[in-house]
C-alpha cells in the first residue's frame, strides 16, 4: 500500500494558506532536506489553483541556472511526476503540462474512494501538496499516513491544517532537524488502529 504524504511549509501555529504573508528563507540545508523527501515520491495531489501557481513556475525553471543545482532538480521532479489535479466540478480545463490530469470528485465519498483505489495501486509515495481546502479534506477524511512539516518561527493568522478533522488523530514521530534560518522541519507517520482513552484525570499522564 502507497503512503499519501503531507509535506508542507507551515508556522508555529500550523497555518497553510497565503505562504507570501509569513514564509521567509529557505536556506540551501532545508532544500536540501526537501528534495530528498521528494525523491521517494512519484505522484502529486492538487488542487486546480494550486495547480496552475505550479505551471507557472515549474516548467520554466527546468532551465533556470539562477536558482541553484536543487532547484533544476526539484524542477525535473515536478516535470516528470504523475500530477493529478482535482476539482469538484468538470467545467474548467487545466493547463497543459508532462504528465497532468484532472479528476473530477464530486463530494468526500467520491475523493475517498479514488485515494483509496490510488493508494492500493503500485507506484512511490504520493505527495499531498495543496491548496488548503484539498489538503484539509484528506486530513480530516483520515487518509494521509505521513506529515513532513518545515515550521518557520512565526504565529500568524489563517488556515491551520487540521480545521476539518473529525476526530483525534495520533502520530508517531519519525524524526526531527533543525536549520540556520531557524525553521525545525518534524517529520511524523499515522498511528493507525484504536485510539488511546481519555484520561480521567491529570494524575493518570504522569508517568
Do not use: C
Amino acid at each position: 500500500m502507497r503512503n499519501i504524504v503531507l509535506q508542507m511549509m507551515t508556522t508555529l501555529d500550523g497555518r497553510l494558506d497565503d505562504p507570501l504573508a509569513w514564509m521567509g528563507t529557505v536556506v540551501e540545508e532545508q532544500y536540501r532536506a526537501i528534495d530528498r523527501l521528494y525523491a521517494g515520491y512519484d505522484t502529486v495531489l492538487v488542487g486546480r489553483t494550486t495547480y496552475e501557481e505550479m505551471v507557472g513556475y515549474w516548467p520554466g525553471a527546468l532551465a533556470d541556472d539562477a536558482n541553484g543545482e536543487t532547484n533544476r532538480i526539484m524542477a525535473k521532479r515536478m516535470h516528470d511526476y504523475r500530477k493529478i489535479v482535482f476539482s469538484r466540478a468538470g467545467e474548467q480545463a487545466i493547463s497543459p503540462w508532462n504528465n497532468a490530469e484532472k479528476v473530477v470528485a464530486l463530494d468526500d465519498a467520491a475523493l475517498s474512494r479514488y485515494l483509496m483505489e490510488l493508494k492500493a495501486a503500485p507506484g512511490g509515495d504520493i505527495h499531498l501538496s495543496g491548496g488548503a481546502s484539498l489538503a484539509q479534506t484528506v486530513i480530516g477524511l483520515g487518509l494521509v499516513d505521513r506529515y513532513h512539516f518545515f515550521v518557520y518561527p512565526v504565529v500568524s493568522p489563517g488556515e491551520p491544517w487540521f480545521a476539518r478533522l473529525r476526530e483525534k488523530n495520533e502520530l508517531r514521530l519519525m524524526g526531527s532537524e533543525h536549520y540556520s534560518n531557524g525553521v525545525v522541519g518534524v517529520h511524523y507517520a499515522a498511528v493507525r488502529g484504536p485510539k488511546s482513552e481519555r484520561p480521567r484525570s491529570f494524575s493518570e499522564l504522569i508517568a
